[in-house]
């Protein structure tokens, strides 16, 4: 999962922290907040921080959504004053909380089948993943002539979003791809899949 670039503020009642997803889809989104803990889901997007103060659910929390693909959640604080120190760490705030777990160290398997255990076991899914705060790089901000989609005006999306698309483009690197090679690739692959025994 992707860890996108988020921002973090404060007023003395609301928490305010704008997440940039700009591929993600606005319809598919979770949000999930409690105490010292938020979490934010966005295929393929996952922000999980452990904050400093702690906010609270009771009806004047707002989330918005812009055309830039960008989030802007208000979260009212618990304590209205407080002030959270450290927003400004993020490598901090995207470290899990250190809590151990309520599970046994130690765990009995019976001679049985196993299959409920198994199906037990998928369910547990470890959000604990390592996440890094997200750097933007230089290149994103030169042009680049591989462009692509509409018009060709994308470039760069690729590079960050390779390991979680990997399955779905056909062309590794297209953002160091030319459009020429490109169009290549494409009719080669297309008359290595064509079958005229498809058609008769």
Known sequence: MITPA???????????ITIKVPYARVSE????????????????????LTLSGRIVEDGREKASYDDKGIFTIKLPKETP????????????LLAPKKSRSAKPLIQEIDAGNGEGEQEEE??????EVEQTPYE???EDHLSSS??????NQKSGVFRRLQEELNEVIDIQNPDITSIDERRKKR????????DPD???
């Open 29 to 48: 989104f979770e949000v999930y907040f409690e105490g010292k803990e938020f979490k934010f889901y966005a295929k393929p997007y996952f922000l999980r």
């Open 122 to 127: 998928e369910e547990d899914f470890d959000w």
């Open 187 to 194: 009719l080669a692959a297309e008359a290595a899949k064509f």
């Open 6 to 16: 988020f921002e973090l503020s404060q007023d003395p009642d609301f928490l305010t």
């Open 198 to 200: 498809h058609y008769l």
């Open 136 to 138: 933007e790089s230089r």
């Open 146 to 151: 591989c462009g692509y989609g509409f018009g």
């Open 81 to 92: 004053g407080a002030y959270f120190e450290g927003l400004d760490m993020l490598t901090a």
